[in-house]
Structure formats: C-alpha cells, structure tokens
C-alpha cells in the first residue's frame, strides 16, 4: 500500500473511533436532540450504532498499527477492510441488540434507571468482533430455517450454503 492510503486509513478510523465517543457525549448531553429534535426517539440506537462503531474502529485500529508494524500491509485488497468493516459493525451492533431485546437471542440485561449498560456493551462486543457474531448468526439462521429435505441432505455435496 502507499504511505499516502496508509495515512488516510489510519486517520478514517481514527476519526471514527474518536469521533464516535464524541457523539456519544453529545447524545448523553442532548446537544444533537436539541438540532435533530427527532433524535429522541432513536436515542437508544443511536447509542447501540455507536457502541458498534468504537468496537469495530477499535479492533481494525489494532490490526492497521499491527500489520503497519509487521511490514504487511502490501495487499492493495485490505483496505477494503479496514474502510468498510467499521461501518458493517456499526448496523450489526444495532441488529445484535435487537435481537437480544426481541427474545429470539436469549441474554437477559440488568435493568439500570439511567442507561442500559449492558445493551451498549453487548452492541461495543459485536462492533468489536462482528464477523464472529455474523458466523455464529449464520450458523443459527440455517438451523432456524432448515427444511426436513435440507436436514437429510445437509451433508451432500450439493450443499452450496455454507
């Protein structure tokens, strides 16, 4: 990769982990309700969206300085990833969290009057390894959706969903 894409990607996710918890203080200080006055109604996913976004900028912060410092950032492909993982977090965090709270994933939260920390942390943990959580969700989705025919066949090699 070139110095001039390496320093671009290093300061999106930068930006986006900072500017994330930025944003969070302002939602937790009513500074965007008081510009988006509709904000009050999504509060709570936009704190899930956030959560998502430090956790997946963080992770791929990570990884950008450890491979930076390897020597092994010469996979013109990569980038992809660390552009657009983030955001993949993000919407994954939001979806994790409402999975949880609409009971089809079994974990029970601890109710607190002045924020659902757990949620946060939860959708913080799916921003962070979101590509994990999409393997185990895929793996829930074909047992959920299987047909009797697929459960006798899901071993052939015709199987081309896996």
């Not at 930025?22 to 509060?43: R, Y």
């Not at 956030?50 to 791929?60: C, E, K, T, V």
């Not at 969290?97 to 946060?120: C, M, N, R």
């Amino acid at each position: 990769m070139k110095k001039g894409l390496k320093a671009m990607i290093l300061i999106y996710l930068s930006l986006l982990f900072f500017g994330s918890f930025i944003a969070v203080g302002a939602l937790q200080v009513g500074v965007i309700e008081k510009a988006f006055p509709f904000v009050s109604k999504i509060d709570i996913f936009l704190y899930y969206f956030f959560a998502g976004a430090i956790g997946g900028s963080l992770r791929h912060l990570y990884m950008f300085c450890s491979h930076y410092m390897k020597d092994e950032l010469n996979d013109y492909k990569q980038w992809i990833m660390y552009i657009f993982y983030p955001i993949f977090a993000t919407g994954t965090a939001v979806v994790a969290v409402t999975l949880i709270q609409s009971g089809i994933l079994l974990v029970e939260f601890k109710e607190f009057d002045d924020a659902p920390y757990a949620q946060i942390s939860i959708a913080f943990f799916v921003g962070f390894g979101f590509n994990r959580f999409l393997d185990k969700l895929n793996t829930a989705s074909k047992k959920m959706f299987q047909t009797n025919n697929h459960k006798n066949t899901s071993n052939s090699s015709h199987n081309t969903d896996r």
